[in-house]
Every structure is written in structure tokens, then in C-alpha cells.
Nanobody, 116 residues
Framework: VQLVESGGGLVQAGGSLRLSCAAS????????MGWYRQAPGKQRELVAA????????NYADSVKGRFVISRDNAKNTMYLQMNSLKPEDTAVYYC??????????WGQGTLVTVSS
């Protein structure tokens, strides 16, 4: 499985961005997926996660009510809609997937910069 993120960029505080994570390869083996982020000097943290069928999601407290995670299994793509962005959301955002064989796959990351 390979994961490729896109959609990052520079946005002003209060603005919106939508990240995408396109999966390829043995996509049939993908189960739960999630978005993580890592800000400079900080540890990588979970932002949002979604189950294989998309029926259950969970969010970090810091993004609840502002971010929405979704996935389109027909397109092998996961999304993160980010609204009301804050400067503290600035980070490299990574896509993550768990596979049925117990593996964990990461994308290369996409940079989101929120200016004040």
C-alpha cells in the first residue's frame, strides 16, 4: 500500500483547506485510516481517525467541530476538511493506514501553514 497526501498550503487564520490521501497498491487490505500532524519541535499527534467503512470517526479535542474526516473507498481516497483554521494548526499532516495484516503505512506528509 502506498499513500500520497495533497492539498496542503498557506492559508490565513479562519480559512479552510481540504487534504486528500490517495491510496494505491493493495488497497483491499486497508482497514482504519487516520490523519496525524507534527508541528516543529513537537511530537506527531493524532488529528482524526475513521473506520474501514467510514461509519465511525474520532477527533482530537483541539479540532472537534472544525475538522471533518471522510473516505471514499470507491476512489481509495481519504479526506480531511479543515475549517476555521488557526495558527496552531500549522504542521506537516500525515496520512496513515492500518492493513489487515497488521501493518501500518504512512504517507510522505503535506505542509499546512496558517498565518495570523
Amino acid at each position: 500500500v502506498q499513500l500520497v497526501e495533497s492539498g496542503g498550503g498557506l492559508v490565513q487564520a479562519g480559512g479552510s483547506l481540504r487534504l486528500s490521501c490517495a491510496a494505491s497498491g493493495s488497497t483491499f487490505s486497508i482497514e482504519a485510516m487516520g490523519w496525524y500532524r507534527q508541528a516543529p519541535g513537537k511530537q506527531r499527534e493524532l488529528v482524526a481517525a475513521i473506520t474501514s467503512g467510514g461509519g465511525s470517526t474520532n477527533y482530537a479535542d483541539s479540532v472537534k467541530g472544525r475538522f471533518v474526516i471522510s473516505r471514499d473507498n470507491a476512489k481509495n481516497t481519504m479526506y480531511l476538511q479543515m475549517n476555521s483554521l488557526k495558527p496552531e494548526d500549522t504542521a506537516v499532516y500525515y496520512c496513515n493506514a492500518y492493513t489487515v495484516l497488521g501493518g501500518r503505512v504512512w504517507g510522505q506528509g503535506t505542509l499546512v501553514t496558517v498565518s495570523s
